[in-house]
């Protein structure tokens, strides 16, 4: 079975520009996970949806960045305008909300999006 | 709230030496989920293993283990001989009510030949 999928992998842009990430989630499972990395930061989670709806934005760091989920195999992160302080790996990861035993809830992530904003 | 500390920040051993990750965690909620997450230089994340608060079995995954202590609040991972494809930096992560992970810093292990 394929993974989480995520394009593109790598993202050179200028300050300014719109920037749009793209993930398709594993097949089945029902909730979808955005994360950013930076060495200051480590790991952050940005938002995630259970059944295609947003339920916790509060990782988002402003304004400039939305996330959509339009159907349960598709899901973009946008920032606009991109700034320098953008540029981080972004993970997108996937999981099955279940009832807490086998193997539900475990996320399985991305190969990631490097992005660099100049 | 909830918090992950992996105090170690950078691990070097010599290959098959055997080395242990320590994770410490914080959290309220009576029902959690602890994992281990793999990242190697090639950047993915890889999942290694998860556990329920109510299951502190230890487990053994081939040359990999996991020591779960409630009473410390700690999952420590353990590789037994290590070798040079175990470098990686280690993620340990904690969710709790609601599925907002928590994830430590990360513990860089580096297993020189």
């Known amino acids: 079975d394929a993974g989480v999928i995520q394009s593109p992998r790598h993202e050179v842009t200028e300050m300014g520009q719109e920037v749009t990430l793209r993930c398709k989630p594993i097949s089945g499972h029902n909730s979808l996970f955005w994360y950013r990395q930076t060495m200051m930061r480590g790991l952050e989670l940005l938002i995630y949806?259970?059944?295609?709806?947003?339920?916790?934005d509060s990782g988002m760091p402003e304004d400039r960045f939305s996330a959509k989920m339009p159907n349960a195999s598709f899901s973009t992160l946008k920032i606009q305008p991109s700034e320098p302080r953008d540029s981080a790996v972004y993970f997108c990861?996937?999981?099955?909300?279940?009832?807490?035993?086998?193997?539900?809830?475990?996320?399985?992530f991305g190969p990631g999006t490097r992005l660099t904003v100049l | 709230a909830q918090k992950v500390t992996q105090a170690q920040t950078e691990i070097s051993v010599v290959e098959k030496e055997d080395v242990t990750l320590d994770c410490v965690y914080e959290t309220r909620d009576t029902t959690y989920y602890l994992f281990w997450y793999k990242q190697p230089p090639s950047g993915e994340l890889v999942f290694l293993i998860r556990r329920n608060s109510f299951d502190e079995q230890n487990e053994i995954s081939g040359r990999y283990s996991w020591n779960f202590q409630k009473s410390t609040s700690s999952f420590n991972f353990t590789i037994t001989a290590s070798q040079v494809v175990d470098s990686a930096v280690y993620f340990c992560?904690?969710?709790?009510?609601?599925?907002?992970?928590?994830f430590g810093p990360g513990t860089r292990l580096s297993v020189l030949p």
């Open positions: 990861a996937s999981s099955l909300k279940g009832d807490g035993t086998g193997r539900t809830d475990t996320q399985y």
């Open positions: 992560a904690l969710r709790g009510y609601g599925q907002n992970f928590v």
């Open positions: 949806f259970n059944n295609n709806v947003p339920i916790d």
